[in-house]
C-alpha cells in the first residue's frame, strides 16, 4: 500500500470528523498527502466553494466521508437539513470533481439506503429492492443519490469511483451529544456515568429487539483505504461492515458489563425502534479485499472506545 499512496494527492472531505479523522490518520501513515477542506474555507453546500476547494487543491482521489448524519433522534427532529446538507455536498461536490479533473471520487454511503423492510442480510444488489425505512430516509435517500450520480458521471464523463456502503460506526471520536448520537455511543456514555454515579437504572431507548451491525471506526477506515486503492466500479456499490447482527439489547448488556455497571437496564417503549434489521451482507468486500475482514471484535471495539471516552470524557461531550 505505501508505494501506491506515496505519490497520490488526495483529498478527505469531513476529514476532521469522526470517520474522516481516522481515514486521514491512515493515508498519512501510508505517506499519501492529505488536504482536509475545512468548512469555514469551503462550503461544500455550493457548487462555488467544491470548484474552489478542488482547484485550489488538484486531487487524484476524493474521497467524501463529510456528512450531517446522526442517529435515529436527529433524523426525527433535522430532516430538513439532514436533506439539504448531504444532497448539496454530494451533488456539488461531484460536479466540481469532474469539472476540476479529479481521478477518482470515492463516495461513503450509507446502510440506511437500504429498503428498510427486507428480511435477511441486506445485499448491494438489493439497494432499490423497496423504500427506504422511514425512520433514516432523508438521509438514506441523499447518500443514495450519490450512487446514482456516479453511475451517471462514469458514462457521460468517464468519471471513476467507488460506492462505498458503511454499516454503524462506533468508536473514539463519535459525537456523544445524546440528541445525535448512535445507540453505541450513546450507551457508551450513559453506562459510563450509571456506573460513575452509581445509578441504579440507565434507560435504553426501543425494545431491544431491533438488530444492528457495529464496525470499529479504524477497520472502516483501513477498508475505506483499500477500497480508494483497489476498488473501481460505480455500476457495483460495496458493502462495509462485519456481516454480523448484535440486538440492542445484547449491545446494552455488553456496554453495561464492559463498563462495569452494576444496576438494571430499563427499556423506554416511547422511543422508536427503527428498522427492525440492519446487517450488511458482505461477500463482495471479502472478495474485493482478497478475504479482508474488520479484525476488531465487538466486544474489544467497545473496550477500546470505553477507556477512551472516559480518558476524554469532557471534550468528547462537548463536541457536536
Ligand atoms: P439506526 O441504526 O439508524 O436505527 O440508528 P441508531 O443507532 O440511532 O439506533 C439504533 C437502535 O438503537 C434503535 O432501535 C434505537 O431505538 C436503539 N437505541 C437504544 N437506546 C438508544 C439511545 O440512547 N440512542 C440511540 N440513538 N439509539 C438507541
Not at 439532514?82 to 469539472?99: C, I, K, Q, W
Not at 440506511?112 to 427486507?118: A, D, E, F, I, V
Not at 456515568?193 to 471506526?217: C, D, H, I, N
Amino acid at each position: 500500500m505505501q508505494g501506491f499512496w506515496s505519490d497520490k494527492r488526495t483529498i478527505v472531505t469531513g476529514g476532521a470528523g469522526f470517520l474522516g479523522s481516522h481515514v486521514v490518520r491512515r493515508l498519512e501513515k501510508l505517506g499519501a498527502k492529505v488536504f482536509v477542506p475545512r468548512k469555514r474555507d469551503y462550503d461544500l453546500t455550493t457548487l462555488d466553494a467544491c470548484l474552489r476547494c478542488l482547484l485550489e487543491h488538484p486531487c487524484d482521489i476524493l474521497i467524501h466521508a463529510a456528512a450531517y448524519y446522526g442517529g435515529i433522534g436527529i433524523n426525527m427532529t433535522e430532516p430538513a437539513k439532514l436533506y439539504y446538507t448531504n444532497l448539496t455536498m454530494g451533488t456539488n461536490l461531484m460536479e466540481a470533481a469532474r469539472l476540476a479533473g479529479v481521478g477518482k471520487f470515492v463516495a461513503i454511503g450509507t446502510a440506511c439506503s437500504y429498503p428498510g423492510y427486507l428480511e435477511g442480510k441486506l445485499q448491494e444488489d438489493d439497494l432499490w429492492a423497496g423504500p427506504c425505512h422511514e425512520s433514516v430516509v432523508n438521509y438514506g435517500l441523499t447518500k443514495k443519490m450519490l450512487a446514482v450520480q456516479a453511475k451517471a458521471y462514469k458514462r457521460q464523463y468517464g468519471l471513476d469511483g467507488a460506492h462505498l456502503i458503511l454499516t454503524n460506526l462506533y468508536g473514539p471520536g463519535d459525537s456523544y451529544n445524546p440528541e445525535r448520537s448512535h445507540v453505541a455511543a450513546a450507551l457508551v456514555r450513559k453506562f459510563v456515568e450509571a456506573e460513575q454515579a452509581k445509578a441504579p437504572t440507565v434507560e435504553v431507548w426501543g425494545s431491544g429487539k431491533p438488530v444492528r451491525e457495529f464496525l470499529y471506526v479504524e477497520d472502516c477506515a483501513d477498508a475505506i483505504v483499500l477500497a480508494a486503492q483497489s476498488y473501481n466500479d460505480v455500476n457495483k456499490p460495496l458493502n462495509i461492515g462485519t456481516g454480523v447482527g448484535t440486538t440492542i439489547r445484547e449491545l446494552a448488556e455488553t456496554i453495561g458489563e464492559a463498563a462495569g455497571y452494576r444496576g438494571k437496564i430499563v427499556w423506554n417503549a416511547d422511543k422508536p425502534d427503527g428498522a427492525a434489521m440492519k446487517v450488511l451482507d458482505v461477500s463482495r468486500m471479502r472478495q474485493a479485499f482478497d478475504g479482508w475482514t474488520p479484525p476488531t471484535s465487538l466486544r474489544a471495539g467497545l473496550e477500546k472506545t470505553i477507556s477512551w471516552y472516559r480518558a476524554n470524557k469532557a471534550q468528547a461531550d462537548a463536541k457536536w
